[in-house]
């Protein structure tokens, strides 16, 4: 084996809220911890983006915390203002206060990133055992090795890493974890000529019908100066349209949203998230497949789909990390925090 870049005592690959979340448990407890990502930004799917002078949060729109403990997770980021109300949520009655990014919802992952050894744009390629120890290959060629590793890209991607690696998933769990699914998402970010027709009195509309899942109003919402949407398609359109020309699905999805804009188009741009959100997961918020050394799958295909419930399976992973053991595991949703 060449030599490693790097040893840890525990790796997280994934650097979204669960890898965070458990990144920040582990090192808590006193572990060496190194999170690899290959994005260039934090967060996952709490995804910012500029278009010119124009601002978009074009992933998760926004955090709502039901439980205790994610409650008090995000009371700092509230404190220090990286979290704000947003504020035309208060006019919506029977829902939970939404709490948005301030200047946008990538700085809560910056936020949650902070005092952690996070090395970004390093894509992983290749996972194996090298003795007691996880050995994972990047992209570039890069090698760290770890006395143990915690898995939480989209379940897909985890698995193909278990493949490479010829790690054994007990035959009971496999079809479980395989039966993992999540909705694709198209994205359109358009900036406007002028202000949007969208109801001011709450900035953002769920449609009924229709190609358009989301709807918001970037400038009301408060992250950006210049009039700009963020447009979610269904998950529907967007499986039925995922690879045809982003450009044109781009269009239609604007020409489905002019009554709501009522303003002429900038310019716009389309993202399309593979693995937009969760629509079917695994119940337990985490799963052991390897021991000595550890192997742990976790992230926002288990549990549920809020980006409270990602939390907790980073928690929970960390959890069952710390606790060890042998042979294939899982931590029970009854003992999850909430």
């Known amino acids: 084996m060449d030599e490693p870049q790097f040893h840890t005592q525990a790796l997280v690959i994934g650097a979204g809220i669960s890898g965070l979340v458990a990144a920040a448990e582990l090192q808590r407890a006193g572990l060496r911890v190194l999170v690899l990502d290959k994005g260039r930004g934090f967060g996952g799917r709490l995804a910012s983006r500029r278009i010119g002078d124009a601002a978009f949060d074009h992933g998760a729109q926004f955090l709502t915390a039901e439980g205790p403990r994610f409650a008090a997770l995000l009371e700092p980021l509230?404190?220090?203002?990286?979290?704000?109300?947003?504020?035309?949520?208060?006019?919506?009655?029977?829902?939970?206060?939404?709490?948005?990014?301030?200047?946008?919802?990538?700085?809560?992952?910056?936020?949650?990133?902070?005092?952690?050894?996070?090395?970004?744009?390093?894509?992983?390629?290749?996972?194996?055992?090298?003795?007691?120890?996880?050995?994972?290959?990047?992209?570039?060629?890069?090698?760290?090795?770890?006395?143990?590793?915690?898995?939480?890209?989209?379940?897909?991607?985890?698995?193909?890493?278990?493949?490479?690696?010829?790690?054994?998933?007990?035959?009971?769990?496999?079809?479980?974890?395989?039966?993992?699914?999540?909705?694709?998402?198209?994205?359109?970010?358009?900036?406007?000529?002028?202000?949007?027709?969208?109801?001011?009195?709450?900035?953002?509309?769920?449609?009924?019908?229709?190609?358009?899942?989301?709807?918001?109003?970037?400038?009301?919402?408060?992250?950006?100066?210049?009039?700009?949407?963020?447009?979610?398609?269904?998950?529907?359109?967007?499986?039925?349209?995922?690879?045809?020309?982003?450009?044109?699905?781009?269009?239609?999805?604007l020409a489905a949203a002019a009554p709501w804009l009522g303003v002429g188009i900038r310019e716009f741009q389309v993202h399309g998230w593979r693995f937009g959100r969760p629509s079917r997961w695994h119940t337990e918020p985490c799963v052991r497949v390897g021991e000595a050394p550890q192997l742990i799958l976790a992230g926002d295909g288990f549990a549920g789909p809020r980006a409270e419930d990602a939390a907790s399976s980073g928690w929970a992973a960390a959890a069952l990390l710390l606790k060890g053991g042998s042979g294939h595991s899982t931590a029970s949703t009854s003992a999850r925090p909430d």
Not at 187 to 207: C, H, I, N, R
Not at 216 to 230: E, Q
């Open 78 to 253: 509230i404190r220090d203002g990286t979290l704000v109300s947003w504020k035309d949520s208060e006019a919506v009655p029977n829902q939970p206060l939404r709490w948005r990014g301030e200047p946008s919802m990538s700085a809560v992952a910056k936020r949650l990133a902070l005092g952690l050894d996070v090395r970004l744009e390093t894509s992983v390629s290749g996972l194996r055992r090298a003795g007691e120890r996880w050995c994972v290959e990047t992209a570039t060629g890069g090698t760290f090795t770890a006395d143990a590793v915690v898995l939480t890209p989209p379940l897909p991607q985890s698995l193909e890493l278990l493949r490479s690696a010829g790690c054994d998933v007990p035959a009971g769990l496999r079809p479980q974890l395989e039966a993992v699914d999540y909705d694709r998402c198209i994205a359109v970010l358009a900036v406007l000529e002028g202000p949007s027709q969208l109801p001011s009195d709450v900035g953002a509309m769920t449609p009924t019908g229709g190609p358009i899942a989301w709807i918001a109003d970037n400038r009301t919402k408060g992250i950006s100066r210049t009039p700009a949407v963020t447009i979610h398609a269904t998950a529907a359109f967007s499986l039925e349209h995922w690879d045809e020309d982003r450009t044109e699905v781009g269009r239609r999805l």
